[in-house]
């Protein structure tokens, strides 16, 4: 499969038709492996424009992602390879439902879908989650709505710690 490099983060299919294969997940694994974020993003759609994003994503094992909502929009994941958990939370940051999600051999659930503007995390479980996210277009920064009451995105070990420790009191 051809992919265009649009940053250490995000690839972009310049086909027609996308298709993935294990090697492709193989090379995303390795991009996500190189990056500081330990994270990457294979995106079938060509340009944020578009009305549907399909998108598969690469987290490891200890990537942060501030919690955020989106206005007026859903997004839904099916999960391909490996675990995680999303932590949703109220606008005061109250932990509201942990939902476990794995491949679909794992023992949980492993399609999620949330049609609200509601605060939500991922928090990787193993070393390496694939998962396929779709959600409509288009891609607007200012309908995503970071938690103030969480670190920001780019403070990692930060985050981890916050998330960590949100999960210790929450078991």
């Known amino acids: ?22 090697a492709d997940i193989a090379f995303l694994k390795a991009r996500a492996a190189e990056n500081p974020r330990r994270r990457v993003r294979l995106c079938a759609h060509r340009d944020v424009s ?6 598969l994503i690469v ?4 990537t942060y992602v501030q919690p955020h909502k989106h206005v007026a929009k859903s997004e839904s994941f099916h999960i391909i390879e490996g675990r995680l958990k999303i932590l949703l939370f109220d606008d005061a940051g109250r932990h509201t439902r942990t939902i476990q999600l794995s491949e679909p051999a794992g023992g949980a659930s492993f399609f999620y879908r949330l049609a609200s503007p509601t605060f939500h995390s991922v928090v990787p479980e193993t070393d390496f989650v694939v998962f396929h996210e779709v959600t409509n277009g288009p891609f607007d920064r200012r309908e995503t709505v970071a938690a103030a009451w969480a670190p920001k995105d780019d403070d990692a070990a930060a985050g981890t710690r916050f998330l960590n420790d949100f999960l210790r009191v929450s078991r």
């Open 1 to 22: 499969m051809s992919f265009v490099r649009q940053s250490e983060e995000v690839y972009v299919s310049d086909a027609d038709i996308t298709t993935v294969s294990a």
């Open 50 to 55: 578009d009305t549907l994003h399909e998108m």
């Open 59 to 62: 987290h490891m094992k200890g």
